[in-house]
């Protein structure tokens, strides 16, 4: 008997079928190295019209456009949008933070998700899904810094290597999250398609200046904030130890009542902040709760996407 590899977890039987048919096309103008199903920056002979350029001697005399001659007695060829693939990459966030596993976290294989599970999974199904329609995707580790690095490409094997290298790290260390985003604008080479899964504990106002230069190199951004129910609403009643995942050291006994209001004024305050940071660039942000079914949660966010 065939055994399946663990790292096919990820993407269980009904995820595989809930995304088989769905597609995640790019906004605007992508760079590829293949023909595929997104717009171009580059004009080519595909059958979506964009410009007319007047005859230079060595053209195709089939391209001529004799409805234009016919009114300006003059030679102009048509020029059409070529289809390429999209390039995309996928940061998902395996700082220390995202160990924090939520009372109310969905369930997979009987065990509740962790954020960085929930993380992963979602991650899966985007990889799955853009690499099934034709486009290249690649993945980047992350906590203060990239410890993984595959780059893009489309093939099936790829997509085995990246879940894989998704199922085998294990969250720790700080987050730094605007770094990362400064190093990976250096390290993609064409514009494309990024995709951050991440809490976003760092520094709002350093994450957005890390977008701004994605954004000023061309990339589309796709902003995942996943968190737990706890970390949105604070449910706590009784006295609690609260720990720092990624400073061990910092632990505080806290009585919840008497910081609540304030603790959900500041929270409430930095979600506010990093979505008006997203809406700066003109990023896609969709904020994510582990209790919620991630796969919901996708297929919600690509209809809305779609419908753009």
């Not at 596993?101 to 899904?129: C, E, N, P």
């Amino acid at each position: 008997m065939i055994q399946t590899p663990d790292y096919m977890r990820l993407l269980p039987p009904t995820v595989l079928a809930r995304f088989s048919q769905v597609r995640m096309s790019a906004r605007g103008f992508v760079e590829g190295f293949k023909s595929g199903d997104h717009r171009s920056l580059y004009l080519g002979s595909s059958t979506e019209f964009a410009e007319h350029r007047e005859y230079s001697p060595g053209d195709d005399p089939r391209g001529l456009d004799w409805r234009v001659y016919g009114k300006m007695d003059r030679y102009y060829i048509k020029q059409y949008v070529e289809e390429t693939n999209l390039r995309a990459t996928i940061l998902l966030d395996a700082s220390a933070s995202m160990r924090f596993v939520g009372d109310s976290a969905m369930t997979v294989a009987g065990g509740r998700l962790s954020k960085f599970g929930y993380a992963q999974h979602l991650a899966a199904a985007i990889a799955y899904l853009l690499t099934r329609q034709g486009d290249a995707v690649g993945l980047v580790n992350f906590d203060s810094q990239v410890r993984d690095r595959l780059p893009a490409a489309s093939k099936a094997s790829h997509l085995r290597r990246l879940l894989q290298t998704m199922h085998q790290v294990r969250p720790g260390g700080e987050s730094k999250l605007a770094s990362v985003l400064h190093e990976i604008a250096q390290l993609i080479p064409r514009r494309g398609l990024v995709v951050v899964i991440s809490d976003f504990f760092d520094d709002v106002a350093d994450i957005t200046a890390a977008l701004h230069r994605l954004k000023h190199r061309k990339h589309e951004l796709v902003l995942f904030h996943v968190l737990a129910d706890e970390e949105l609403h604070f449910p706590y009643s009784s006295a609690t130890n609260f720990r720092d995942l990624e400073r061990v050291a910092d632990e505080v006994d806290v009585d919840p009542a008497a910081i609540r209001r304030e603790y959900l004024r500041q929270f409430n305050v930095y979600l506010q902040q990093l979505e008006a940071g997203c809406g700066q660039v003109e990023a896609d942000y969709l904020r994510l709760c582990t209790k919620d079914r991630y796969e919901d949660s996708l297929a919600s966010y690509l209809s809305s996407r779609a419908k753009r």
